[in-house]
């Protein structure tokens, strides 16, 4: 079993920057597929961006395409942690946003995740 928990959320400016962090309790950490989902005020959870581990050193890594060349997902295996670093960010980008993660094989799917975070909300001003 997989606890998760998320922070960094905040306000931010329309063309600034925001970096949130997943915090992990499992330690077989470094197996498992992570990601990014988010959930803007009357919509349904979207996909943002998902980590996955291949082999050594090697990394499966897909960003939806309103996010690409903005967002960048990262791993930190020995904190039991992995990060969203958000740059130019636009008003569209406010949403509640959640980690999640699965001990599987790589995947954008939402349904596919078992564990996740409870969110943290991120509002971009214009």
């Known amino acids: 079993q997989v606890q998760l928990a998320e922070s960094g959320g905040g306000l931010a400016q329309a063309g600034g920057s925001l970096r949130l962090s997943c915090a992990a309790s499992?330690?077989?950490?470094?197996?498992?597929?992570m990601g990014w989902f988010r959930r803007a005020p009357g919509k349904e959870r979207e996909f943002v961006a998902a980590l996955g581990w291949r082999a050594k050193d090697v990394y499966d890594v897909r960003y939806s395409d309103s996010v690409k060349g903005r967002f960048t997902i990262s791993r930190d295996s020995a904190k039991n942690a992995f990060f969203l670093q958000m740059d130019s960010l636009k008003p569209e980008d406010t949403a509640v946003y959640y980690c999640?993660?699965?001990?599987?094989?790589?995947?954008?799917?939402?349904?596919?995740?078992?564990?996740w975070g409870q969110g943290t909300q991120v509002t971009v001003s214009s």
């Open positions: 999640a993660a699965r001990n599987g094989a790589f995947t954008w799917r939402d349904t596919l995740y078992n564990y």
């Open positions: 499992a330690r077989t950490f470094t197996t498992y597929t």
